[in-house]
């Protein structure tokens, strides 16, 4: 596992969340400072923490704290797609379980793993708010809705046509 260090480019993106607050409240940077180092990275190792915890100049804790409160955020490496399908109660009722079920048909993966060539990630997630077309999955930043079989399909069909 390769040591995460802030691109030049991630680091000038912070300093400009940066300057849409206070100097007394840098602390409002965190998550726009951990969505950035997410996107450089796909995932947020502690090293890194630290290191927008000295950009912010605030304790490397409170960074942590935000990084391990919310459930976007990525501890360890993911493929380079995310898949995170919800089955919160709308899509549920509506059948998450068949869609993940019909996604580890596809790819060979549950939550919470990896293809082994590193290409896709599944992880089971909470209501995504988009409770009016359940079932429904996140890959990456895209919401797809309404999910069927076909329409699976075609979304990881979609993916290989990115690579
Ligand atoms: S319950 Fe699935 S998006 Fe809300």
């Not at 912070?14 to 990275?41: G, H, N, T």
Request: with cysteine; net charge negative.
């Amino acid at each position: 596992m390769t040591a995460q260090t802030l691109s030049p480019v991630a680091i000038s993106q912070i300093e400009k969340e940066l300057e849409k607050y206070p100097a007394d409240r840098r602390q409002s940077a965190v998550m726009a400072a951990l969505r950035i180092v997410q996107e450089e990275f796909r995932w947020i190792s502690n090293d890194v923490m630290q290191e927008v915890a000295d950009l912010l100049g605030i304790p490397a804790i409170h960074v942590y704290e935000v990084a391990t409160f919310y459930s976007m955020y990525e501890h360890k490496d993911v493929g380079l797609y995310k898949i995170c399908v919800c089955t919160n109660i709308s899509c549920q009722l509506r059948g998450a379980k068949e869609i993940l079920d019909y996604l580890r048909k596809k790819t060979g993966i549950g939550p919470g793993e990896t293809t082994a060539d590193g290409r896709i990630s599944i992880k089971e997630v909470e209501c995504l708010g988009a409770c009016g077309g359940a079932p429904m999955m996140q890959v990456n930043k895209e919401y797809h809705e309404n999910l069927t079989p076909d329409s699976i399909d075609n979304i990881l069909d979609g993916l290989d046509r990115h690579d």
